[in-house]
Nanobody, 121 residues
Framework: QVQLVESGGGLVQAGGSLRLSCAAS????????MGWYRQAPGKQRELVAV???????NYADSVKGRFTISRDNAKNTVYLQMNSLKPEDTAVFYC???????????????WGQGTQVTVSS
């Protein structure tokens, strides 16, 4: 069993930055591929970034060049550094742990509770 707890969301102006954290606890959490999803009001949840246990990363086109995913296995924590934020990035961001099916397809096994990110124009 793995528990995931996100933090770091908040309100930021367009062009600003935020760093989200996802603290994982439980057995073998460092072996999972980790992903950050987001869900905007009225829209489907979408995967924006993934990182494997070995540190390989991939990103959705909408965030490429602006977001960076990283992980510290010693701290069992995954981060999402978000720069040059846009109002359309406003969403609830979720951390997930699971199995990577393809470059940007994750089969989540565990979910965090989500953290709100709001970008004002």
């Amino acid at each position: 069993q793995v528990q995931l707890v996100e933090s770091g969301g908040g309100l930021v102006q367009a062009g600003g930055s935020l760093r989200l954290s996802c603290a994982a606890s439980g057995s073998s959490s460092s072996f999972y591929t980790m992903g950050w999803y987001r869900q905007a009001p009225g829209k489907q949840r979408e995967l924006v970034a993934v990182i494997t246990g070995g540190g390989s990363t991939n990103y959705a086109d909408s965030v490429k060049g602006r977001f960076t995913i990283s992980r510290d296995n010693a701290k069992n924590t995954v981060y999402l550094q978000m720069n040059s934020l846009k109002p359309e990035d406003t969403a609830v961001f979720y951390c997930a742990a699971g199995t990577l099916i393809s470059a940007m397809t994750l089969r989540p096994t565990y979910w965090g509770q989500g953290t709100q990110v709001t970008v004002s124009s």
